[in-house]
């Protein structure tokens, strides 16, 4: 008999659900090496795909797409804290979920917003974060990591002008390269607080690219994520700030890895790939279009120019998805990579869905779901951003999707989530 169970709709009545999805086989021990020694990284012209210089060893995918999942933190709930005030993480859990992602072939993109990134998690907590990741990372062959950096320990009312913001930047920046890790220069609340100008930021970037010890990845976050970086690279317009943002990337085209962006609008998203210069890689961020840019179009003399690689909190959530999907793309089954992927899209959508900033919750939420961690409990709380009835939709879009990797625990779990709102 089919599982199913009750849930209620948006107007809060019950009805009877009943699960219909497949569980996708998760690949244990794979790990995609396809970033890992980018000099080695070779095109195939035919394909304008990136080609992992060790594919063909045993064990290890061909992803022709760089992938990395943000990843979330597990709080502790057992800690005896003040939950809204202070950060307590779950190390063991934490990280091993790390190894989880790692044992797929994603890479994981470290201390960013999905890990509650100046949002519960502050920069002490995150660097010690970075640094055991890091020193897990070294068991895995072939692990990525790369690690946000940015200046959220920098309140931005105390932030008097760029200077301080460039200190800021170079504090983390210090800390994270002295670990041996790879950056992600996360964008700033403070600056875009106290920059006036597109002149303020390329004066920032110019500082902080041109001391980089190996290429970076930039970090666009639309204010759809974060209401405090309105007015990004200095100006509303966003084709405006875009020009910015190519330009400091041109002049420091060999201290940028590439430019994650997320904007939630795949045109934007395409038009700026398309000018990227050679070599120069666009991660997409966007939750809502993932499967047709990493798909991409093939357009383009410069095989960056005809896709993006990934770097999505909606991995996290969706990891094993992710995995089989980017599989099928490197064999060249475009159709079977769009039937696995395609069905996450949904999902993904309902997670991240305006107030967006509240997407770390979903993506929590399926991970408690799929028995990655024993509770459903959040740094500052933040189980608590979301409603029932969109609990329940996640629910079955997870389902459709073909995410719930352990069916009869997500029911089980459901049900105790059901029951705590009052319903048996």
């Not at 700033?188 to 607080?193: E, K, W």
């Not at 994650?260 to 395409?270: N, Q, R, T, Y």
């Not at 999707?401 to 997500?410: D, K, R, S, T």
Request: aromatic share 6%.
């Amino acid at each position: 008999m089919a599982l199913s169970i009750r849930l209620p709709d948006a107007q809060g009545r019950l009805e009877t659900y009943a699960l219909q999805g497949h569980v996708i086989p998760a690949k244990p021990g794979m790990q995609s090496t396809s970033s890992v020694i980018p000099q080695q990284i070779s095109v195939n012209p035919a394909q304008t795909s990136v080609i992992p210089a060790q594919a063909g060893i045993q064990g290890v995918p061909t992803f022709t797409r760089i992938a990395y999942s943000a990843a979330h933190v597990v709080a502790d709930p057992t800690a005896a804290i003040d939950p809204w005030l202070q950060c307590a993480v779950d190390w063991d859990a934490t990280i091993a979920y790390r190894r989880h992602l790692w044992s797929l072939g994603l890479g994981v993109a470290e201390a960013m917003d999905t890990a509650q990134r100046g949002m519960g998690l502050d920069w002490p907590t995150s660097l010690e974060l970075i640094r055991r990741s890091l020193d897990a990372a070294r068991d895995v062959p072939g692990a990525m990591v790369a690690s946000g950096c940015g200046t959220d320990h920098l309140a931005p009312d105390n932030a008097r002008d760029v200077d301080d913001v460039i200190r800021a930047y170079e504090e983390q920046m210090a800390a994270i390269e002295k670990l041996g890790g790879k950056l992600i220069v996360m964008a700033s609340r403070a600056l875009a607080r106290v920059a006036r100008t597109p002149a303020d930021y390329e004066k920032v970037y110019d500082r902080i690219l041109s001391q980089a010890h190996e290429p970076v990845i930039l970090h666009w976050l639309g204010d759809m994520f974060d209401p405090a970086l309105t007015g990004y690279w200095g100006s509303n317009d966003v084709d405006a700030a875009m020009n910015t943002a190519l330009g400091i990337i041109a002049a420091h085209r060999d201290k940028v890895d590439g430019i994650k962006i997320s904007l939630l609008d795949k045109g934007k998203e395409i038009a700026m790939r398309r000018r990227l210069p050679p070599g120069v890689r666009m991660y997409t961020g966007d939750d809502f279009n993932y499967a047709e840019l990493i798909a991409g179009d093939g357009f383009g003399s410069e095989p960056t120019h005809g896709k993006s690689d990934a770097l999505l909190g909606i991995f996290d959530a969706i990891a094993p998805a992710a995995s089989a999907a980017l599989s099928e793309l490197a064999n060249g089954n475009i159709e079977r990579f769009h039937a696995i992927l395609g069905p996450t899209v949904p999902l993904s959508r309902h997670i991240f869905a305006a107030p967006t900033r509240f997407y770390k919750t979903g993506v929590v939420f399926m991970a408690w779901l799929n028995g990655h961690q024993s509770h459903f409990t959040m740094v500052g709380g933040q189980q608590s951003t979301r409603s029932l009835p969109h609990f329940a939709e996640l629910f079955r879009l997870a389902d459709a999707a073909n995410v719930l990797e352990q069916p009869e625990l997500a029911v089980r779990r459901m049900k105790t989530l059901l029951a705590l709102h009052g319903i048996e």
